[in-house]
């Protein structure tokens, strides 16, 4: 139809094609210049894998006996595990908020669920790794849970593609086990029936799937999973896996508490998890520690899917990925559930880097923290520095897993408690002055509080330097306060 109306109107079909020639022109220019582009920016490109509330029960980390994730296990041994890797605040949004601005807690004073990133007045000016990678050339896309609120308001344009939004369901329409009076959040159970119905997994097959396509730049991809966090719901073929009557509890000693501090749970203030007492009390314990290694496996078998599109794709060879957990999890430890405590099940998390010039082989066992993640993809990325960030750039441990590190990993649990960790040791000091201290060495499972004690005394000062001086006063934001 455009050619006829040409033909029939001379002076604006001269006009038109002297237009076309130009556009054609310009084409080949954008077409050679794309090229130039894609022949020059040999930079790599990231696939950043984020699980929500896994602690170290994977096969790679030894952290239950009968943990089944082979997937997790493939990538630990072509990549750097690091095996002493915590994180910066102990619940989901804030931690993944620290990930994401690469700031401790104390800089931008989000200890709780509630503030979203865009809203917290200390994070005006600080670009998100994604913005980051955005505003250097790279393609941006994620899907599922990666920053707790999702990108929203000013965030959202940095990124090109989301991939999915919702996650964490589907949800049944009446609770499977829930004890009478706990939080629903805190549901667990086989369902639904097929994993394609379970929104991590469409996450997982949908990142898959774009991971075939062509770019004409580096992408920076960002997958986040939402099991193992309750509700544990997952189908029937991963609980399958694990035998109820027989898997191992965790060590719980009853006596472990009395040489702790009293005030560790009156900070837990705003956590719905049911109390140790209340999950004995219901007989709860077994079938919950299923579940909960049900939802290992099963999102072991996501990351599976996303690594297996990656390995067929033919950005294979130029991807860096990374994994992580946003902070552990209890399941009895210290006579707790879930997470918000500064002790080793709540802070330690799976995290590791595989890729294009990092050799497999032995962890790295210095105390290292997520908020090194940001200065370590710009290091491997080529990227301008960022003088914001405090974290601490992990190449050298890539390059060698014995390489030492000067800085303990830090982590706080709402305003004014830290626990700082090095390779060795955790001390923990609470906002009213009270301490623990433990030595990894020896009291792995952080039974025995040496704190006080004259013999460790060189010891807890070395590490009471770490202890942040000044600290942002918490963001709130109550109103917003989900349950779980
Ligand atoms: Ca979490
Ligand atoms: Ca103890």
Redesign the pocket.
């Known amino acids: 139809m455009t050619l006829v109306i040409l033909h029939k109107l001379p002076c604006i079909r001269s006009l038109a094609m002297n237009s076309l020639a130009h556009c054609v022109a310009c084409l080949l220019v954008l077409f050679w210049g794309v090229n130039v582009a894609q022949a020059s920016d040999k930079r790599p490109n990231v696939l950043m894998l984020c699980i ?2 896994l602690n170290d029960w994977t096969g790679f980390l030894g952290g239950h006996p009968a943990v089944q994730t082979p997937h997790m296990d493939k990538l630990a041994g072509q990549g750097r595990v690091f095996s002493n890797a915590h994180c910066a605040v102990p619940v ?1 949004s804030s ?1 993944r908020i620290s990930v994401m601005s690469g700031l401790a807690a104390t800089t931008h004073g989000s200890y709780e669920l509630g503030p979203s990133y865009e809203t917290i007045a200390k994070l005006e000016e600080v670009p998100t790794l994604h913005r980051f990678f955005h505003d250097n050339g790279y393609h941006t896309i994620t899907g599922g849970k990666v920053l707790h609120h999702g990108f929203r308001g000013r965030l959202a344009s940095s990124i090109d593609r989301n991939l999915q939004d919702r996650s964490g369901g589907p949800r049944p329409k009446k609770p499977l086990n829930l004890p009478d009076g706990w939080s629903k959040a805190w549901d667990w159970g086989a369902f639904p029936e097929k994993d394609e119905d379970m929104f991590d997994m469409q996450i997982a097959t949908k990142a898959a799937s774009v991971l075939q396509e062509d770019f004409d730049r580096p992408f920076f991809m960002s997958v986040g999973f939402f099991r193992p ?1 309750v509700p544990l719901h997952v189908p029937p073929k991963w609980f399958a896996m694990y035998d109820e009557e027989s898997l191992a509890l965790p060590n719980n000693p009853l006596t472990d508490l009395d040489d702790v501090p009293a005030n560790f749970l009156s900070i837990n203030k705003f956590a719905a998890a049911p109390t140790h007492a209340a999950v004995v009390e219901t007989g709860s314990q077994r079938s919950m520690t299923q579940a909960y290694l049900a939802s290992i496996s099963f999102v072991d078998q996501c990351v599976g899917i996303v690594l297996e599109g990656l390995a067929k794709s033919k950005h294979a060879d130029n991807t860096i990925v990374v994994l992580w957990s ?2 552990g999890f209890h399941l009895g430890e210290k006579q707790h559930w879930a ?1 918000r405590t500064l002790w080793e099940e709540s802070t330690r998390v799976p995290f590791l880097i595989a890729g294009p010039g990092i050799e497999p082989g032995t962890a790295c066992k210095e105390a290292v923290s997520l908020v090194d993640i940001f200065p370590t993809l710009i290091e491997l990325c080529k990227l301008p520095k960022n003088s914001r960030l405090e974290g601490i750039s992990l190449v050298p441990q890539l390059n060698n897993p014995e390489a030492r590190r000067e800085q303990p990993a830090i982590t706080s649990s709402y305003f004014g408690n830290h626990s700082i960790r090095s390779r060795d040791w955790r001390l923990i000091v609470y906002r009213d002055g009270s301490e623990e201290l433990y030595d990894h060495r020896r009291d792995p499972d952080e039974f025995n509080n040496l704190a006080g004690q004259p013999a460790f005394q060189t010891i807890r000062n070395e590490l009471a330097q770490y202890i942040p001086r000044s600290a942002t006063p918490e963001v709130k934001q109550r109103s917003e306060l989900p349950q779980q």
């Open positions: 929500d509330d989901c931690s966090h946003d902070h997470k």
